[in-house]
């Protein structure tokens, strides 16, 4: 098959370019994205890409197979492949350091934003702060998010304002904390959201749910986020 | 919290529900519109004065112009603050799309007030 791969160094390369390779995969078997990408390091180990768990589950790999984000290490040939061929481009949106590896401190920075902690101003309890089934349960579809930004590199709105719009990733995290029985800072956190950027820049185009590796929706988040602005100001 | 004095309302979320109730009316107006044109297939120009001649017509027209405005400028303020990154000709084009705004308002009160 046809790999083309975006590549770039940008202390030797003037412009990034792509790179053809030819590959067989050995038996021809439907090994995974991540796999071909080792395939392709042994053929030339100059190739830069980020991973660690190979499971999906710490979020370095995302990158833009065939026009689609995804984790390259849970991502099949045979769901990407198309014609016998692989385009590989790094996650589209934010400046690349090399090859396929992007700068991600735009993404951590909003992030960081919206405090991504528990804030609890009462005195702690002996043990620790209980929880019911119900509010517990509030928390799925929220927590299992691994911050890898296939989401967020997937939305126009984060490309053309990285810097104030918070972005489908950081707005799932806020819901996760604003929807947390044991936060007491549910005022000050939408107080923070309330301006034209930060929450409202989401027209709910919904790329972020399309590609979702963990299969969470963060617009159905910022819808959530949104009625909670609205029921405080109305 | 990030700030901005172009919006139309400085709140996201005073910005989000104008949009909303604007669409609405716009939508209202569209209807009446239509639904009028169909009931009145060989409307002469009479009929159309009449109509525009009413107080009530006057009123809901001008809140479809007000309407407009307000809707016009939330959208095109997104817009130019996604596609426009450099501040002096965003300014620009939005001091430009403000003032046509205010001259297309003030035009149309003249107008429905002019039948």
Request: proline content about 6%; glycine content about 6%.
């Amino acid at each position: 098959m046809l790999v083309s791969v975006y590549r770039y160094n940008p202390e030797a390369d003037d412009a990034p370019y792509m790179q053809d390779i030819h590959i067989d995969i050995p038996g021809g078997k439907d090994i995974m994205v991540l796999d071909l990408l080792q395939l392709l390091k042994d053929k030339d180990p100059s190739l830069g890409y980020r991973r660690s768990c190979r499971e999906g589950v710490c979020g370095s790999d995302g990158m833009n197979m065939n026009g689609k984000n995804g984790l390259a290490c849970i991502t099949p040939l045979s769901a990407v492949v198309k014609k016998d061929k692989l385009v590989l481009r790094p996650l589209p949106g934010l400046p690349v350091i090399r090859d396929l590896v992007i700068d991600m401190a735009q993404f951590y920075a909003q992030y960081e934003k919206i405090k991504p902690y528990l804030i609890n101003d009462q005195p702690a309890p002996a043990i620790e702060r209980l929880q019911s089934p119900e509010q517990r349960a509030e928390l799925d579809g929220l927590y299992e998010c691994i911050l890898c930004a296939c989401c967020s590199t997937a939305c126009p709105s984060f490309w053309w304002n990285p810097d104030k719009f918070i972005g489908p990733s950081g707005l799932l995290q806020a819901y996760r904390f604003l929807a947390d029985s044991r936060d007491t800072a549910q005022a000050e956190r939408l107080a923070d959201l309330d301006d034209p950027f930060s929450v409202f820049r989401c027209h709910g185009i919904m790329n972020c749910v399309s590609v979702c590796p963990k299969g969470l929706n963060p617009t159905k988040a910022i819808g959530k986020i949104r009625n909670m602005l609205l029921q405080r100001a109305t | 919290m990030v700030t901005n004095v172009t919006s139309f309302g400085r709140s996201g979320l005073y910005d989000w529900m104008i949009q909303r109730v604007t669409a609405v009316v716009l939508l209202a107006y569209t209807l009446f519109i239509v639904g009028f044109l169909l009931l009145n297939p060989d409307v002469d120009f009479q009929q159309w004065q009449a109509l525009f001649a009413n107080t009530a017509m006057r009123i809901f027209t001008l809140l479809l112009v007000l309407s407009f405005a307000a809707h016009a400028w939330i959208g095109l303020w997104c817009v130019t603050t996604d596609y426009i990154p450099m501040t002096g000709l965003r300014f620009l084009v939005q001091a430009v799309t403000g003032l046509m705004t205010f001259v297309y308002v003030a035009w149309a009160i003249h107008i429905i007030w002019g039948v």
